[in-house]
């Protein structure tokens, strides 16, 4: 795997004391704390507070680097495997099948993936592949420095200095190799990108407690001059105090309760229709690359045919979400699993 280590230029002074060949590489906390002799005195003892995490941090990726590259390795072969049964339109037809009968639990995260394609996808992917390209250069020099050895004895400077010295070695190569305007753009558009999505998401949100406040206004107004009455007789005097507030935040939970059940079949209603089309696209795409249907005349989207079929198809998938009450059937609640918990987590960075 490709463990995180740090990189730099000059090669040792003569004057400098040297290890043998088997001094340790430079930590990433190493790096840090170099990084912060030479940071102005105001800011330095906070960047040497750093280096624990840092290497903290470094050690876990070293250790789950190896498996995840296994696991990329397994996918690329499971990949290759399946080419001959066209996965490029059999993953596109699985996921709008998923959003066509199960679109409905998963409202947040349909919602943050429609606002970041419309928002954000195109910028972000060319600004991830701007920073992957930067990294492999790094990396690259990293590797061309590991091996220099300019002294002649055999052994690569790097294995015979300080990890002090690596670690300023490696940290003028990062400065000298990376393109700084170029990662300081990225991670603006990439930020960006992001903080679009959660503001969509917030918006939605925020119009979604909005009107379940208001159901719950409206509904407050309707009962408390009746209940009122009741529950004074039933609750002992010094607990009555309670009751104005109880009507008013029971009233307000019912409302923002039937306000998120309104926006969750509006949801399932969008991923329905989204899901249809997606499955009705890629399964024609499918059936002429099988040559089961001919290529020379497509079903093209828009088409009476083409409108006919994702038009059925999205009515029985929000047919099938609203009968079934939301809920997932098993096993696809275990399966589908990770996007449950993709869209706890969701809800809770917008609601946070």
């Not at 940290?171 to 679009?196: E, F, Q, R």
């Not at 999205?314 to 096993?331: C, D, M, N």
């Amino acid at each position: 795997g490709t463990p995180i280590s740090v990189v730099m230029s000059d090669s040792p002074t003569p004057t400098e004391p040297k290890k043998d060949a088997s001094a340790p590489n430079a930590s990433l906390g190493d790096t840090v704390a170099a990084a912060a002799d030479m940071a102005p005195s105001s800011i330095a003892p906070y960047i040497k507070k750093l280096a624990p995490f840092v290497d903290g941090a470094a050690n876990v990726f070293n250790i789950i680097w190896p498996y995840i590259e296994k696991a990329y390795d397994y996918i690329m072969l499971a990949w290759a495997f399946i080419q001959p049964y066209h996965p490029e339109e059999l993953l596109p037809i699985t996921l709008g099948l998923v959003c066509t009968f199960f679109g409905g639990h998963f409202l947040t995260t349909i919602a943050a993936a429609e606002a970041f394609r419309m928002c954000g996808y195109d910028t972000t992917k060319k600004y991830i592949v701007d920073l992957y390209s930067d990294y492999k250069r790094v990396k690259e020099a990293s590797d061309r420095d590991d091996m220099r050895d300019d002294d002649g004895d055999g052994i690569a400077d790097v294995k015979q200095i300080s990890a002090k010295q690596l670690a300023s070695r490696k940290v003028a190569l990062i400065m000298t190799s990376c393109d700084p305007m170029m990662v300081s753009n990225a991670l603006a558009g990439i930020y960006s990108g992001c903080i679009a999505v959660v503001a969509t998401l917030r918006v939605q949100f925020a119009a979604t407690i909005t009107l379940g406040a208001t159901i719950g206004d409206i509904l407050c107004h309707h009962i408390e001059l009746p209940v009122t009455p009741v529950l004074k007789a039933a609750i002992p005097e010094e607990y009555q105090k309670w009751i104005a507030p109880s009507i008013k935040y029971g009233c307000k939970s019912i409302g923002v309760s039937l306000a998120w059940t309104i926006q969750r079949v509006i949801s399932a209603f969008h991923s329905a229709v989204r899901g249809g089309e997606m499955v009705t696209k890629h399964t024609i795409a499918l059936l002429m690359k099988l040559k089961y249907l001919d290529s020379a005349t497509p079903i093209l989207q828009g088409t009476m045919i083409f409108t006919a079929v994702s038009s059925c198809l999205a009515a029985i998938g929000f047919y099938w979400q609203v009968s079934s009450l939301f809920t997932l059937p098993f096993p696809l609640n275990i399966l589908l699993l990770p996007l449950r918990i993709f869209e706890w987590c969701l809800i809770w960075i917008v609601a946070a």
